[in-house]
């Protein structure tokens, strides 16, 4: 899991940063050992699949040629991933915007639809009178509105390194995210994904705090 931090006094002690954020997770009802959930296979229905087009894949081939790189390779991770999540919310939002349901404003919502670089993510915790700001670094965040009222139910998290097993650096960032809109009574569900480009691991925080992940 990417770390979670707090910022708190210079002279505060490591063991008291942890209590903090102890005391943080404790709130979110998502505990370290909850996060060895349970997993499930993830269909996608025949009407939500999507056909790339090729020219995202001449564009990493692209990327191969001019890096002088040979997939897979660390090298390639951030152009690579770049180009898959611009090209994959282009053709929804082109495909989508084309469809029967453009009529009834889903042309509208998709429109507000927009990738978010890299961010910290930040929010307020009070502990023993006190209170500090426990924070984390997200990747790539899909906004649908207000950035400062996260209002996102999707981010991506790039691992620079090729991952040989799945990964659970979301987590720290779906935290923040799921528990500030809890407390503001907003739906708290929330996706996220960890990549190399090459290996994609899916994690999913319901209304209900629980976590199910899919390799």
């Not at 390779?73 to 090209?87: E, G, K, V, W």
């Not at 209170?131 to 400062?148: E, K, P, R």
Request: negative net charge; charged residues 25%; glycine residues 4%.
């Amino acid at each position: 899991m990417q770390p979670i931090h707090s910022r708190l006094e210079p002279d505060s002690s490591e063991d008291h940063k942890s209590e903090v954020l102890d005391d943080f997770l404790d709130a979110t009802v998502i505990s370290p050992s909850s996060w060895w959930r349970t997993k499930s296979t993830w269909r996608i229905g025949r009407d939500d699949r999507l056909e790339m087009p090729c020219s995202l894949e001449r564009l990493l081939d692209d990327y191969n040629l001019a890096l002088i790189a040979e997939s897979p390779n660390s090298q390639l991770i951030r152009p690579r991933l770049d180009a898959i999540l611009i090209q994959i919310l282009s053709v929804v939002k082109e495909t989508r915007q084309k469809s029967v349901n453009g009529k009834f404003g889903m042309s509208a919502i998709l429109d507000a639809v927009f990738w978010g670089s890299r961010r910290r993510l930040c929010i307020a915790h009070d502990f023993q009178g006190c209170s500090y700001t426990v924070s984390c670094s997200v990747d790539y965040t899909l906004w649908y509105g207000n950035q400062q009222d996260l209002e996102t139910n999707f981010i991506v998290v790039r691992s620079d390194v090729l991952m040989e097993d799945e990964c659970w650096m979301p987590l720290a960032a779906m935290s923040i995210i799921h528990y500030a809109r809890k407390k503001a009574g907003r739906n708290a569900e929330i996706y996220g994904v960890c990549t190399d480009s090459y290996k994609w691991t899916f994690l999913h925080l319901n209304n209900k705090s629980q976590e199910i992940d899919n390799d």
